[in-house]
């Protein structure tokens, strides 16, 4: 499974930004898209994850209210739409596929592919 990510930016606080991961190969092993994050000097934390099936969601309690993740099944795309951004949330954004069947998988290690990553910069 080979993964891009898109859609990352310098936005004012406040502002909204769009990611994009684009899913190609293999992905028919895949259960369930992820969105983690890395800010400099902290470790990559889960930020929201649907499963391929049924699209239930799941988002950390940092996020839950503000971002939404949704998938394009035709286009092997899962988006993460990112409202009232705040310098917080800046960090380099990671999109992930993990084939592990259990639902709401937060744990790094439970993602077996990873795509490369997209800058996002919240100013204040």
């Known amino acids: 499974v080979q993964l891009q990510a898109s859609g990352g930016g310098l936005v004012q606080a406040g502002g909204s930004l769009r990611l994009s991961c684009v899913a190609s190969?293999?992905?028919?092993?895949?259960?369930?898209m992820g969105w983690f994050r890395q800010a400099p000097g902290k470790e990559r934390e889960f930020v929201a994850t649907i499963r391929k099936s049924g699209g239930y969601t799941y988002y950390a309690d940092s996020v839950k209210g503000r971002f939404t993740i949704s998938k394009d099944a035709a286009k092997n795309t899962v988006y993460l739409q990112m409202n009232s951004l705040n310098p917080d949330d800046t960090a380099v954004y990671y999109c992930?596929?993990?084939?592990?069947?259990?639902?709401?998988?937060?744990?790094?290690?439970?993602?077996?592919?990873w795509g490369q990553g997209t800058l996002v910069t919240v100013s204040s």
């Open positions: 190969g293999r992905t028919f092993s895949s259960t369930a």
């Open positions: 992930a596929s993990t084939n592990v069947i259990m639902s709401g998988v937060r744990d790094v290690n439970q993602y077996n592919y």
